[in-house]
């Protein structure tokens, strides 16, 4: 029984740790990723949302930043009349400093004000643009869907 109970504690604590590569993430060198957010459908959109959450799991708070660029269809998702459900996701990755980019292309195209979208966003004019800039600023660009 000592036996099966000592193997079972070694399965479960050789399976809580992630290894992480050298440099390991710090608050001096943090993991950088930035998504696309080019879909409006909820189950993708929270789908989404899920893996951004087991990633933010997965890190110390200090060793990743998280930048979500919201373009095209997916600037939808940010807006105040989307599923509230969702909505209320969002807010709780913005707590903890999960970055949103909205996209000003969009907006114009759409006729969106910044009052039509949920407060604390960033803007930028060409979300993609931004998406290339991040990408050459160190950022990972992975996209969970």
């Not at 708070?61 to 599923?83: C, F, H």
């Amino acid at each position: 029984m000592k036996k099966l109970f000592l193997i079972l504690c070694l399965a479960i604590f050789s399976y809580g740790q992630m290894d992480y590569s050298d440099p390991q993430p710090s608050f001096e060198n943090p993991r950088k990723w930035v998504i696309k957010l080019y879909v409006a459908d909820e189950k993708t959109v929270n789908a989404i949302i899920g893996t951004i959450y087991n990633v933010l799991k997965e890190y110390p708070s200090e060793g990743l930043q998280v930048a979500v660029v919201a373009y095209g269809p997916g600037l939808r998702v940010l807006k105040k009349d989307y599923d509230k459900h969702t909505l209320s996701r969002i807010s709780s990755l913005m707590d903890y400093e999960v970055e949103f980019v909205a996209c000003k292309n969009t907006m114009e195209s759409m006729h969106w004000s910044k009052e039509d979208l949920i407060d604390d966003l960033s803007y930028v004019q060409a979300g993609i643009a931004e998406v290339l800039e991040r990408q050459a600023a160190g950022y990972f660009q992975v996209t969970p869907y």
